[in-house]
């Protein structure tokens, strides 16, 4: 059983940074596509990054492009979401997720019912 606990959350002002972690247990997940999603009161769930097996393919929301970056390390089996610039539309829980239905490669899903593991989240506040 795959287990995904996020860390990194918190309170931080507009155009300030956070890093978020995801380690993940149970299993291997370096063959596979790893993601960041956030959802905020009252929306839903939306993709803010995915990361390919191999780290190099990318992919981000265009509401998060330039500011964000996802990034993994396989040896410690846990991904990463670098945040700067952060504006309070940022605010929302993260969540971290992983595909392992099929190998890492692109194109790097952006719905969240194409992955099938899931953290428990990880509170983010912007203030203004």
């Known amino acids: 059983q795959v287990q995904l606990v996020e860390s990194g959350g918190g309170l931080a002002q507009a155009g300030g940074s956070l890093r978020l972690s995801c380690a993940a247990s149970?299993?291997?997940?370096?063959?596979?596509?790893m993601a960041w999603f956030r959802q905020a009161p009252g929306k839903e769930r939306e993709f803010v990054a995915g990361v390919g097996w191999s780290g190099i393919s990318t992919a981000y929301a265009d509401s998060v492009k330039g500011r964000f970056t996802i990034s993994r390390d396989n040896a410690k089996n846990a991904v990463y979401l670098q945040m700067t610039s952060l504006k309070p539309e940022d605010t929302a829980v993260y969540y971290c997720?992983?595909?392992?239905?099929?190998?890492?490669?692109?194109?790097?899903?952006?719905?969240?019912?194409?992955?099938?593991?899931w953290g428990q989240g990880t509170q983010v506040t912007v203030s203004s």
């Open positions: 149970g299993r291997t997940l370096s063959s596979y596509t």
């Open positions: 997720a992983a595909d392992t239905a099929r190998f890492g490669v692109p194109p790097i899903a952006i719905i969240h019912e194409k992955y099938n593991y």
